[in-house]
């Protein structure tokens, strides 16, 4: 099989980052919480509802971007993933397989089991170096508080050196005043890892993606941006109507991707930035009810809803020129 690295009507490319709501398999992972995505569990998820899982998330993934490039994404940032072979299954489903998608993922000590991974179509992108950061939070009775780690993907993204640094912090399940110091600590730890970046290499290409659970306007993203110098294109993208995850009727944009200011940069042969936005087409909304517009969810509480995700994706279109 052939593939056309340039089959749109331009050299526009998409970069994205997709948070897909509890990707597990059908089995009982013993060394982690996974017991609600078993067949016997309340939850019911069985190889018929996996199946349809990655039929759907696999359908969205290959349309990010598509309107823009007429092409599939070449690179993809994951949220909440489980293990490799559920990753395996993803990129080997339906509208996904006629791609030369390869990954990049390692077991965190997430309590739940889940972590990030990147996605790469690998006639685009060549992986040179990956490597995860972990870093420790302790709750408030001093114990360790295990979360996602932090994941760097240097590589060549049609010949030119591009470092993706994927993240998933910490969420407000306990509120977000009381939770916003795990998120800070997260904010310095990658501000740890782009620092370390521009001592190794001359003026490096860094793209920041992930599911913050927080807001461009937020202390934990603020001080990444203002503190290295990056450049959030996703801070004019939340309004009173659009977001990327919705919680009490109210939209807040976790999902960003943020980016160094060399991507303007009018360099020959080089990527840079043209825009951003949400994909957050009709098919990945709830169609009806006190709901509608919102994400179609895989699941409400136990009840399950046959959806996407509880997250829309967001996107980067870079041009090379």
């Known amino acids: 099989m052939k593939f056309n690295i340039f089959k749109s009507k331009t050299n526009k490319q998409t970069v994205a980052f997709y948070n897909i709501e509890n990707l597990f398999d059908i089995y009982d992972d013993e060394f982690t919480r996974d017991d609600d995505f078993i067949p016997t569990s309340k939850k019911r998820w069985t190889v018929k509802r996996y199946k349809n899982k990655l ?10 971007g598509r309107k823009e490039t007429n092409s599939h994404p070449a690179i993809i940032g994951l949220a909440e993933v489980e293990n490799d072979a559920v990753l395996k299954d993803l990129i080997a ?5 006629e791609y030369p998608y390869q990954f990049v993922h390692y077991d965190s000590q997430d309590e739940r089991g889940i972590d990030v991974a990147f996605i790469y179509d690998s006639k685009k992108f060549e992986v ?3 490597e995860i950061f972990t870093f420790t939070i302790t709750d408030e009775d001093g114990l360790p508080d295990y979360t996602r780690d932090i994941l760097l993907v240097s590589g060549l993204f049609f010949g030119e050196k591009i470092h993706f640094i994927v993240n998933h912090w910490p969420s407000r399940r306990t509120g977000d005043v009381a939770t916003e110091f795990k998120r800070i600590k997260a904010s310095e730890q990658v501000q740890a890892i782009i620092l370390r970046l521009q001592e190794d290499y001359d003026n490096p290409k860094i793209v920041v993606m992930g599911d913050f659970n927080d807001d461009p306007f937020s202390n934990s993203i603020k001080q990444l941006v203002d503190n290295i110098g990056l450049f959030n294109p996703m801070d004019t993208l939340l309004s009173i109507d659009r977001g990327t995850t919705s919680h009490n009727f109210e939209w807040n944009l976790f999902d960003q991707i943020i980016i160094t200011h060399n991507f303007f940069e009018r360099k020959p042969k080089t990527l840079r930035y043209v825009k951003a936005d949400i994909y957050d087409a009709d098919f990945l909304k709830q169609y009806d009810g006190k709901y509608k517009g919102s994400p179609y969810r895989t699941y409400v509480g136990k009840n399950y809803k046959g959806g996407y995700s509880d997250h829309f994706p967001v996107y980067l279109i870079l041009n090379k020129k």
């Open 55 to 64: 039929r759907k998330i696999g359908y969205a993934i290959s349309n990010i």
């Open 128 to 130: 040179l170096h990956s």
């Open 93 to 97: 489903s339906k509208h996904l397989k």
